[in-house]
Nanobody, 119 residues
């Protein structure tokens, strides 16, 4: 499985940005896709996640500001980010987790896309 992320960039505080990620390869029907981020000097953290049936999870720091969505037919996941803050500056990574019939957990990562919030 390969993940290709798009949409990072420079945005002013209070602005919006949309990240997209396309998954290709052998993608099982039961999976979850999500976005993580890593700021300089910090550990990578989960931002938001969505399962194939639409259940979502958000980190407390982004609740009410970010919205995750996915298109199962196109194997894409999007992250709409609004009211961006300086603290949202990080490299954002797309992630996919799936479990095979043999109950083997597989995890895949995209290449990362930089989001910079600056005035």
């Amino acid at each position: 499985v390969q993940l290709q992320a798009y949409g990072g960039g420079l945005v002013q505080p209070g602005g919006s940005l949309r990240l997209s990620c396309v998954a290709s390869g052998i993608i099982l029907s039961s999976n979850s896709m999500g976005w993580y981020r890593q700021a300089p000097g910090k550990q990578r953290e989960l931002v938001a996640r969505v399962t194939n049936i639409g259940a979502t999870y958000y980190a407390d720091s982004v609740k009410g500001r970010f919205t995750i969505s996915r298109n199962n037919a196109k194997n894409t996941v999007n992250l709409q980010m609004s009211s961006l803050q300086y603290e949202d500056t990080a490299v954002y990574y797309c992630n996919l987790i799936q479990t095979t019939v043999a109950l083997v957990r597989e995890e895949f990562w995209g290449q990362g896309t930089q989001v910079t919030v600056s005035s």
